[in-house]
Structure formats: structure tokens, C-alpha cells
């Protein structure tokens, strides 16, 4: 097959594409490297079967293509609360264009949700009939309503157009290709380790987080693709397994031997306090579990950020 990856330079996105290229299909990345990096496709360049285009996806795009993977969106905070504006447009102005795609080929497209449309749950685990708990103009809005706003219309091209979709709601994930200055906990922790500077918690360490490993989400997306018309979704993808974010900490600290010490500071606004998704769906539909363990994820992810620290 030959299929389309937006954002196929990101850390998602660059890990898809390493597995879609394993499976032998052709791949076509659009990326206006906007926040991602070059780099983190640089040893799939040679490859015959890698095309790359500089495109942002706000605009129109037209190719022939088998299916579509749309990743394309800033995603760490740091990022998305930089450039609020265009992060929302990314959202609405790039689904659109790349359903029209999809309409027009009459192809499949996954849309790379984010567990974020829960907003600061007031239910735990997280299930795809709640609705969230979303505050529409905070600081984070751009990115949670922005894709709330995507799947709103993913499911209404199904609906009005019968677009074959699928919407996958992703959870934390870590690993190799991240970005050291993404601002996001793993990243964060695991860089002011190697560097023993003060680990920096926002709020009181008590927050949950569950943490995926990208080899596994990438599997659950391309079960999620290859599964029957019928299975659109939403679907949560993510590991159950809930940690407190200074257990996090604690654990990277332990795991680089450094000599950092945990600081606290102010919980930013809207911060979620708990995350922990419910993958039910997950395992009976696409029979996807996650299986790597936090402790080996961490040891890869350090690795990995030795090398770029």
C-alpha cells in the first residue's frame, strides 16, 4: 500500500513510519516541520520507499494514496501554547483538508486524537462514552477543543459522506524520538536527570499519569487501521497501569543513578490531575494490549536522550 503519515517527522509519527516501512508499504510524509525534527527521520531517508514533502496540512493536499494516518499537530505544551492559533487550525483546517482527501480517494483515515478531549476527568479509568470535563478557554483549549473539534468532524464526513474513519484517543506515550525540549514529563524528567539539574514537579506529585511505549501505540494505530470498516471508534489507546507523577520521577532518578533532587512548583492552569484510560474496547476489538513494561520503556528512553544530552 502506499500511505500518507501528516506529521510523519514527530514522534509518533516517525516511529509509524519506521513500522510502515518494516511491512514493506511506500510511505508519504507531509510535515511543514513546524515542531518536529528532521532528524528523527534521517535514517529512513535512503529508504526507496520513504517520500517526504515540506507541506502544512491547513492547506489543501492532493495525492493518490491507499490510507491515510493523520498525525499532524503540535502536541506538547510547550508547543501547542506557543502557537495556540495555528494549533487550532492545524486541528480544524487540516482534518478538513485531509478528509477531503480521504472522500475523494475513497480511502481510510485514522485521526490521532489525544486523551486530552477528557479534559480534568472527574471519572477514572476513562472510557470513550464520557464526555470529559473541558475548559473551552483556557490555556490548553487550543489543542483539547481543537481536537475534540477534529473528531466532531471525522464523525459527521462518516455520517454525511460515509468516510471510512477511525479515531484512536492517545494516551501519554514515551519513547526513542521525542523531543528533549517538549516539555512534556517524561522528557522533562529524564533530561534534568542526565544533566542533574532539580527534577521539576508542577503541583504536588500526587497527579497520575499512565505511560505508554511508542512500539506499542503503534501497533494499536495500525490494528486500529487494518481492522474492519465497521470499527470507527473512538477508541482509547494507552496503558491502564496509573503512576503518580513523583513516582515517575523517583523511578527515572533511580534508573540514571543521578544526583538530582525533586523540586515542586506551581501546578500550571488546567492541568489534568488524573489519567488513566479504560482500554476494554481496545483488547476485545482490535485485541491490542500494551506490553511493555514502565521500568524496560524508561531504560530505552534513557538510552536514547544519552545520546542527545
Same mark, same amino acid.
Given at each position: 500500500?502506499?500511505?500518507?503519515?501528516?506529521?510523519?517527522?514527530?514522534?509518533?509519527?516517525?516511529?509509524?513510519?519506521?513500522?510502515?516501512?518494516?511491512?514493506?508499504?511506500?510511505?508519504?510524509?507531509?510535515?511543514?516541520?513546524?515542531?518536529?525534527?528532521?532528524?528523527?527521520?534521517?535514517?529512513?531517508?535512503?529508504?526507496?520507499?520513504?517520500?517526504?514533502?515540506?507541506?502544512?496540512?491547513?492547506?489543501?493536499?492532493?495525492?493518490?494514496?491507499?490510507?491515510?494516518?493523520?498525525?499532524?499537530?503540535?502536541?506538547?505544551?510547550?508547543?501547542?501554547?506557543?502557537?495556540?492559533?495555528?494549533?487550532?487550525?492545524?486541528?480544524?483546517?487540516?482534518?478538513?483538508?485531509?478528509?477531503?482527501?480521504?472522500?475523494?480517494?475513497?480511502?481510510?483515515?485514522?485521526?490521532?486524537?489525544?486523551?486530552?478531549?477528557?479534559?480534568?476527568?472527574?471519572?477514572?479509568?476513562?472510557?470513550?462514552?464520557?464526555?470529559?470535563?473541558?475548559?473551552?478557554?483556557?490555556?490548553?483549549?487550543?489543542?483539547?477543543?481543537?481536537?475534540?473539534?477534529?473528531?466532531?468532524?471525522?464523525?459527521?464526513?462518516?455520517?454525511?459522506?460515509?468516510?471510512?474513519?477511525?479515531?484512536?484517543?492517545?494516551?501519554?506515550?514515551?519513547?526513542?524520538?521525542?523531543?528533549?525540549? +517538549?516539555?512534556?514529563?517524561?522528557?522533562?524528567? &529524564?533530561?534534568? !536527570?542526565? =544533566?542533574?539539574? @532539580?527534577?521539576?514537579?508542577?503541583? %504536588?506529585?500526587?497527579?497520575?499519569?499512565?505511560?505508554?511505549?511508542?512500539?506499542?501505540?503503534?501497533?494499536?494505530?495500525?490494528?486500529?487501521?487494518?481492522?474492519?470498516?465497521?470499527?470507527?471508534?473512538?477508541?482509547?489507546?494507552?496503558?491502564?497501569?496509573?503512576?503518580?507523577?513523583?513516582?515517575?520521577?523517583?523511578?527515572?532518578?533511580?534508573?540514571?543513578?543521578?544526583?538530582?533532587?525533586?523540586?515542586?512548583?506551581?501546578?500550571?492552569?488546567? +492541568?489534568?490531575?488524573?489519567?488513566?484510560?479504560? &482500554?476494554?474496547? !481496545?483488547? =476485545?476489538?482490535? @485485541?491490542?494490549?500494551?506490553?511493555? %513494561?514502565?521500568?524496560?520503556?524508561?531504560?530505552?528512553?534513557?538510552?536514547?536522550?544519552?545520546?542527545?544530552?
Amino acid at each position: 500500500m502506499r500511505i500518507l503519515v501528516t506529521g510523519g517527522s514527530g514522534f509518533i509519527g516517525s516511529n509509524l513510519t519506521e513500522r510502515l516501512l518494516g511491512l514493506d508499504h511506500q510511505v508519504l510524509i507531509i510535515d511543514n516541520f513546524y515542531t518536529s525534527d528532521k532528524k528523527n527521520i534521517q535514517s529512513l531517508i535512503d529508504n526507496p520507499n520513504l517520500e517526504v514533502v515540506r507541506h502544512d496540512v491547513t492547506n489543501p493536499y492532493s495525492a493518490e494514496v491507499d490510507a491515510i494516518y493523520h498525525l499532524a499537530c503540535p502536541a506538547s505544551p510547550v508547543h501547542y501554547q506557543r502557537f495556540p492559533v495555528q494549533t487550532i487550525k492545524t486541528c480544524i483546517l487540516g482534518s478538513i483538508n485531509m478528509l477531503d482527501l480521504a472522500q475523494r480517494l475513497e480511502v481510510p483515515i485514522l485521526l490521532a486524537s489525544t486523551s486530552e478531549v477528557y479534559g480534568d476527568p472527574i471519572v477514572s479509568p476513562q472510557n470513550e462514552e464520557y464526555w470529559g470535563n473541558v475548559n473551552p478557554i483556557g490555556i490548553r483549549s487550543c489543542y483539547d477543543e481543537g481536537k475534540r473539534a477534529a473528531e466532531t468532524l471525522f464523525f459527521d464526513y462518516h455520517r454525511q459522506f460515509n468516510v471510512n474513519i477511525k479515531v484512536a484517543r492517545i494516551f501519554n506515550t514515551y519513547g526513542p524520538n521525542m523531543s528533549p525540549n +517538549d516539555g512534556r514529563v517524561v522528557s522533562n524528567f &529524564i533530561v534534568q !536527570a542526565l =544533566k542533574s539539574e @532539580d527534577i521539576t514537579i508542577y503541583g %504536588d506529585g500526587h497527579q497520575t499519569r499512565s505511560f505508554c511505549y511508542v512500539s506499542d501505540l503503534v501497533t494499536g494505530l495500525v490494528k486500529l487501521m487494518d481492522s474492519p470498516k465497521d470499527i470507527i471508534g473512538p477508541i482509547n489507546l494507552g496503558n491502564p497501569t496509573e503512576f503518580k507523577v513523583r513516582e515517575l520521577a523517583e523511578l527515572i532518578v533511580e534508573k540514571t543513578k543521578s544526583k538530582s533532587k525533586i523540586v515542586y512548583m506551581k501546578l500550571p492552569q488546567d +492541568d489534568p490531575k488524573q489519567r488513566k484510560p479504560d &482500554i476494554d474496547k !481496545a483488547r =476485545k476489538i482490535l @485485541d491490542w494490549n500494551p506490553k511493555i %513494561d514502565l521500568g524496560i520503556g524508561l531504560e530505552h528512553t534513557i538510552e536514547y536522550f544519552s545520546s542527545k544530552v
